[in-house]
């Protein structure tokens, strides 16, 4: 039941939830910058429901725990594309609910009082990509869940020095990395912080050591059987190889991204070492550091993307929470509240991203027989339940500059024979690349091949001769 005593003496912060709520209702229906992840993840574990192999029968350069999880569901559920992909976004949308309770948790139980946590949320919800990050389908959502399930227990442990709260926190930081392997690097940084804290203490590292159980029997087995299959060299091939070298390849788009939320890291940073000053209590402390040590990973691993900076965003918003809830009704506060409604919402209006809307009904289309045939050179559609009949679901300029590895393992495979003897049915490319100015190899769309075709959505091209046979 809704409090309208509080609504009234918060008027504000109950429009800024409102207009939140609507926000995230229509990135979820209609308005997904990221949309295409979450059909490529959706292809992925159609794929492992049917016995395909990550890897080894297709490429991917993530952890493959989500695909494994959801692969069941998508077994289970009729071939309607457009229906799998409403499913799995709703499942990231609870998830993520589920995530923020556990954040709920954090701000109650360690940054003293649970008003707080609405004032984090105000804080977190101004990062306006959160907006559609909370319903797509990718292994971010399910690793963040872990990760700051682990964390709330790595505070309960520093609290009650009991071994529990050690060991599940380790499975659940390492459940976060057999999701995404990013996660890695956080997950080091906690125990970083844990040694220092407990260095002289001899208690810690025997709970460090069966807490490291676990993670480490679980690693040797998915080690055995990647090795018994044949899929070591590949996996650390594609996920950890392939991903340094994209990750050079965009360093130019990571700039841009960095500078585009410049102010708010400022801003963070600001009020984080005024808080600082007045010796806060260890947690907070610590979350400094996790949002120190995040921002400088996202420096190195040169993060292209906003939805990146989510990890590092919520970590903001702890930090920035209590001197919100402060100085809410002083004037500087009131510049806060300028960023956290107008920004937002301007850049929700115009946001700087081609709406998914079209990229829906392009679905649609193709989505409507497996028999559709298609090749992503633009990363913007997939058909869900086409057969398998290529490794590559996409090729794109990541694909190209990153993956030398292409050449030397399929050296026989070119991407305009393959079109030509599949009578591809359809290809997608950016309406802005100009197909004269596209190197020439066997993994990039010729000019003799891309004639072959007729634009008939935005983004999208048919194949001309099955033009003619349906009209």
């Given at each position: ?67 494994y ?34 954040l ?31 319903s797509?389908f990718?292994?971010d ?8 399930g682990?964390?709330?227990l ?23 990395f057999?999701f995404?392997?990013?996660f ?25 050591l ?11 087995l ?10 070591l060299a590949?996996?650390f ?13 965009l ?27 007045k ?26 993307y906003?939805?990146?900076?989510t990890?590092l ?28 409604i107008?920004i937002?919402?301007?850049h929700?209006i ?7 809307w ?14 559709n ?5 633009a ?6 339940y ?7 679901t ?10 030398n ?37 066997r ?29």
């Amino acid at each position: 039941m809704i409090n309208m005593d509080f609504v009234k003496q918060n008027k504000f912060m109950c429009l800024v939830f409102a207009l939140d709520i609507i926000a995230i209702i229509v990135a979820f229906l209609l308005h997904d910058p990221i949309l295409i992840d979450s059909m490529e993840h959706l292809r992925d574990c159609y794929l492992v429901s049917i016995g395909k192999v990550p890897y080894r029968d297709f490429f991917e350069h993530h952890h493959p725990l989500l695909w494994y999880t959801f692969a069941p569901l998508i077994h289970i559920l009729p071939h309607n594309a457009l229906l799998a992909l409403y499913v799995v976004k709703g499942s990231s949308l609870l998830i993520s609910l589920l995530t923020l309770y556990v954040l709920y948790m954090i701000v109650r139980d360690f940054f003293g009082e649970r008003e707080l946590y609405l004032y984090f949320l105000l804080c977190l919800l101004a990062f306006f990509p959160i907006w559609y990050i909370f319903s797509s389908f990718k292994p971010d959502v399910c690793a963040r869940l872990c990760y700051f399930g682990g964390l709330y227990l790595f505070f309960s442990y520093i609290r009650q020095q009991k071994t529990s709260k050690l060991v599940w926190c380790a499975f659940l930081l390492f459940t976060a990395f057999l999701f995404l392997q990013n996660f890695l690097f956080q997950a080091g940084i906690i125990a970083i912080v844990a040694i220092t804290l407990y260095y002289n203490n001899r208690q810690f590292y025997r709970d460090a050591l069966l807490a490291s159980c676990l993670p480490l029997l679980i690693t040797f087995l998915l080690l055995y059987v990647f090795k018994a299959n044949d899929l070591l060299a590949i996996y650390f091939d594609l996920n950890w190889t392939f991903n340094t070298k994209v990750a050079h390849y965009l360093f130019f788009d990571m700039s841009r991204v960095l500078y585009y939320w410049a102010l708010h890291i400022i801003l963070i940073l600001m009020v984080a070492i005024y808080q600082l000053r007045k010796n806060p209590s260890i947690y907070y402390k610590i979350t400094f550091v996790l949002f120190c040590s995040e921002l400088l990973l996202n420096v190195a691993a040169q993060a292209p993307y906003p939805h990146y900076l989510t990890l590092l965003m919520t970590f903001g918003a702890l930090l920035t929470a209590q001197p919100l809830l402060r100085f809410w009704n002083s004037l500087p506060v009131l510049y806060i509240k300028i960023l956290i409604i107008f920004i937002p919402v301007a850049h929700f209006i115009f946001l700087p991203y081609k709406t998914s809307w079209y990229n829906l009904k392009s679905f649609q289309l193709v989505n409507q027989s497996p028999d559709n045939s298609i090749f992503d050179f633009a990363y913007k559609l997939m058909n869900i339940y086409e057969p398998n009949t290529n490794y590559y679901t996409v090729i794109t300029n990541r694909l190209i500059y990153g993956d030398n590895m292409m050449f030397n393992r399929f050296p026989d495979y070119d991407i305009n024979k393959f079109i030509e003897q599949h009578k591809t049915k359809f290809i997608t490319l950016d309406d802005n690349i100009n197909i004269d100015d596209l190197p020439q190899n066997r993994f990039v769309v010729s000019k003799e091949t891309f004639d072959k075709y007729k634009k008939v959505r935005h983004n999208l091209y048919q194949r001309k001769d099955t033009i003619e046979n349906e009209d």
